[in-house]
């Protein structure tokens, strides 16, 4: 689904081809507390941060964790929407909200209930 997809920038028209490279826990890497997802968007970086505290509220509300698959999959929706928006291609670090990471989670969730299954994430990138 948001692995490796292509969207069209709102304000160039571009078609930008947009893959999942790695995600990181930033508390060691930039002293956030925040876990890193990274996107090369045409061969640039951009990195989306969801914070934390999210994992707990989810934990609270569903009694589910996000899973590192999950964590991909709703950086790579929030990425999507924030190009169809018309992003600052400037930037290389988007943080969202937790809200945010629930509202994106639960649209994935059900994104994939219609598909059948979660999208397995690529070996070897």
Known sequence: MYEDFHVTDRWSGEDLHCTWKGTIV???????????????????????????TAWVEQKKRTGKVITDQLAVQIAGRYLKQLIEEGYDSQREVYAMRVDEVLEHLDAVVAEAKGQGEMPALPVGV
Request: net charge negative.
């Open 26 to 52: 930033a508390i060691a890497t930039r002293h956030a507390d925040a876990v890193d997802v990274r996107f090369d968007v045409n061969d640039g970086p951009m990195w989306i941060a969801l914070p934390c």
